[in-house]
C-alpha cells in the first residue's frame, strides 16, 4: 500500500526557512520521479517541483526558482523540499505526490510578512 507521509511545515517570519520531507513506502521509491505541489484557500493547487528517480535532475516553478531545491534520499525513501528566502505567497498546504497522483496528507506552510 503506497504512503506518503509529510512533515516539516510551520509558522515561519517573511525571508525565512523551512524543510520540508516525504516518507515514502509501499513502492520501489527509487524507481519514480517524486514532486511537490502545493494548495493556497481558495486556490487551484500548484506544481511547486520534480526531482527524477535518481534525483540527478530537478525543475521548478518559476515562483520558486532560485529560493526552493527539491532532493531525494533513496536510501531513506525521502525526499525533501528546502524553502528558503520565503514569502507570505508561499502560504499553503504542500504535497508531495508520485507520478500516478498518489499523495500524502500535507503539511501546512504559514509565512507572516
Known amino acids: 500500500q503506497v504512503q506518503l507521509v509529510e512533515s516539516g511545515g510551520g509558522l515561519v517570519q517573511s525571508g525565512g526557512s523551512l524543510r520540508l520531507s516525504c516518507a515514502a513506502s509501499?513502492?520501489?521509491?527509487?524507481?519514480?520521479?517524486m514532486s511537490w505541489y502545493r494548495q493556497a484557500p481558495g486556490k487551484e493547487r500548484e506544481w511547486v517541483a520534480t526531482?527524477?528517480?535518481?534525483?540527478?535532475?530537478?525543475t521548478y516553478a518559476d515562483s520558486v526558482k532560485g529560493r526552493f531545491t527539491i532532493s531525494r534520499d533513496n536510501a531513506k525513501n525521502t525526499v525533501y523540499l528546502q524553502m528558503n528566502s520565503m514569502k507570505p505567497e508561499d502560504t499553503a498546504v504542500y504535497y508531495c505526490?508520485?507520478?500516478?497522483?498518489?499523495r500524502g496528507q500535507g503539511t501546512q506552510v504559514t509565512v507572516s510578512s
Open positions: 526531482t527524477s528517480s535518481s534525483g540527478f535532475i530537478a
Open positions: 509501499g513502492f520501489t521509491f527509487s524507481n519514480y520521479a
Open positions: 505526490r508520485t507520478p500516478a497522483g498518489r
